[in-house]
C-alpha cells in the first residue's frame, strides 16, 4: 500500500479523488504570511496615515482573507462551481455593501456634520 | 475509479455516483450555508461602516478602550487554530488517525483559549460600565450615546463571533469521537473537511473584525 502515498497527491489510491493533499510546507508558509500581516496591520494602525488607516487595515485583512480561502479551505484547488459560488458570494456583499454606502454617501453635506 | 464493479463503500449514499460527487456535493453544501453567513456579519459590517462614519469620534473614543493586545494575542490563536484544523484535515486524508486526533485536539483548545481571552475582555467591559445598558457609564467620552453606539456593534458582533466558535467547538468535539472510533478513513472523511470549512470561515470573521473594532482608529491620542 505504500506506494499509493505518491499517488495520493493525484487522483489515484484509495483517497478521495475530489480532495486535493496539500504539502504541510504550504500551510506552514500560509500561517508564517497570516502572522506576519497580522503584526504588519497592528504596526500599520499606531501610524497616523489619515484616510489610509483605513484602506490599508482593509487591504490587509482582505489578503489574510484570501490566503485563508485559497489555501487552508483548498478553494484553489476546487471546482469551478465552488469558485462559482464563492465568487457570488463576495459579489452579493458587494451589492449590500456597495448599494447601501452608495445610498448614504449621496444624501448630501448635511449628512456627515455629526460627530 | 478503479474497480467500477467493486462493493460499494458503506459511506456511499446511492444516489450519487461515488464518494468523489459525494464529497463535492457536501462541500458545495457548505459553501452555500457559507455564502449566508457572509451576508449575515455583512449586514453588521455594513451597519458599522455607516454608524462610524456618521460619528467617528464617538467611535473613536470608545475603540480606544478595546484591549489591542489581548485582541492581538486572539487573532494569533485564531489563525493557529486555522492551521491545526488545516492539519487535521491533511492528517484525515492521509488516514493517520493519531495525528488526527492531535490537530483536532488542538484545534479545540485554542478555541477554548480564544474563548477564555474573550471573556476576560468582556468582564473587563463589565467591570467599567462600557456594556451599553442603563449601567452604562463612559464619562471621559464627549458623545457616550453615541460610544454606546459602538459598544453596542462591539458586543452583537464579537458576541455572534463567539457563538460561532462555540458551535465550532462542538463539531471538533464530535469529530474527535468519530476520528477516535476510527470512522475516517483515506476515502471517506468529509466531515473533517466540511467541518474545516466552517471553522476556517469563523476565523475571516475574526480577521476583519480585529482591524475594524480594535485598530483602525488607534493612531494619535483621543481628544476628550
Known amino acids: ?61 482582505v489578503t489574510k482573507m484570501m490566503l485563508v480561502i485559497l489555501y487552508f479551505m483548498h478553494v484553489r484547488y476546487s471546482s469551478r462551481l465552488t469558485w462559482a459560488v464563492v465568487g457570488g458570494g463576495f459579489f452579493w456583499l458587494a451589492i449590500l455593501l456597495l448599494l447601501t454606502l452608495g445610498d448614504y454617501l449621496t444624501r448630501g453635506p448635511g449628512w456627515l456634520r455629526y460627530g | ?91 484525515a486524508q492521509l488516514g493517520k488517525r493519531g495525528k488526527q486526533l492531535l490537530f483536532l485536539g488542538l484545534t479545540m483548545a485554542l478555541g477554548l483559549v480564544f474563548l477564555g481571552i474573550k471573556a476576560v475582555e468582556y468582564s473587563h467591559k463589565f467591570e467599567h460600565g462600557l456594556v451599553p445598558g442603563p449601567d452604562f457609564r463612559f464619562e471621559s467620552a464627549h458623545d457616550p450615546g453615541h460610544s454606546q453606539l459602538f459598544f453596542s456593534l462591539y ?27 476510527g470512522r475516517f478513513t483515506r476515502a471517506y472523511h468529509t466531515p473533517v473537511e466540511v467541518s474545516g470549512l ?13 482591524p475594524l473594532l480594535y485598530l483602525i482608529d488607534r493612531h494619535g491620542p483621543v481628544v476628550h
Not at chain 1, 493533499?21 to 494602525?45: D, E, H, K, Q
Not at chain 2, 450519487?16 to 453588521?44: K, P, R
Not at chain 2, 466552517?198 to 480585529?210: R, S
Open chain 2, 198 to 210: 466552517y471553522w476556517h470561515f469563523v476565523d475571516i470573521v475574526w480577521i476583519f473584525l480585529f
Open chain 2, 155 to 181: 458586543f452583537v458582533m464579537t458576541g455572534l463571533h463567539a457563538v460561532h466558535m462555540i458551535v465550532g467547538i462542538g463539531l471538533m468535539a464530535v469529530l474527535f469521537v468519530m476520528a477516535f472510533k
Open chain 2, 1 to 91: 475509479m478503479a474497480g467500477a464493479h467493486a462493493t460499494q463503500h458503506p459511506k456511499l449514499q446511492h444516489h450519487f455516483d461515488n464518494l468523489d460527487q459525494q464529497f463535492e456535493a457536501s462541500a458545495l453544501g457548505m459553501w452555500l450555508f457559507l455564502v449566508t453567513e457572509i451576508l449575515f456579519f455583512g449586514g453588521l459590517f455594513a451597519a458599522y461602516t455607516i454608524y462610524r462614519l456618521m460619528y467617528p469620534r464617538a467611535f473613536a473614543e470608545a475603540s480606544h478602550e478595546l484591549d489591542v493586545v489581548l485582541g492581538g494575542v486572539n487573532t494569533a490563536v485564531l489563525i493557529g487554530s486555522s492551521l491545526t484544523m488545516a492539519m487535521a484535515v491533511w492528517a
Open chain 1, 1 to 61: 500500500m505504500a506506494h499509493e502515498m505518491t499517488a495520493a497527491a493525484g487522483n489515484g489510491g484509495e483517497m478521495q479523488g475530489a480532495t486535493h493533499l496539500v504539502p504541510i510546507r504550504v500551510y506552514l508558509t500560509i500561517f508564517s504570511l497570516l502572522m506576519v500581516l497580522t503584526a504588519v496591520t497592528v504596526g500599520a494602525s499606531f501610524v497616523d496615515l489619515g484616510p489610509a488607516n483605513t484602506l490599508v487595515a482593509v487591504v490587509i485583512a
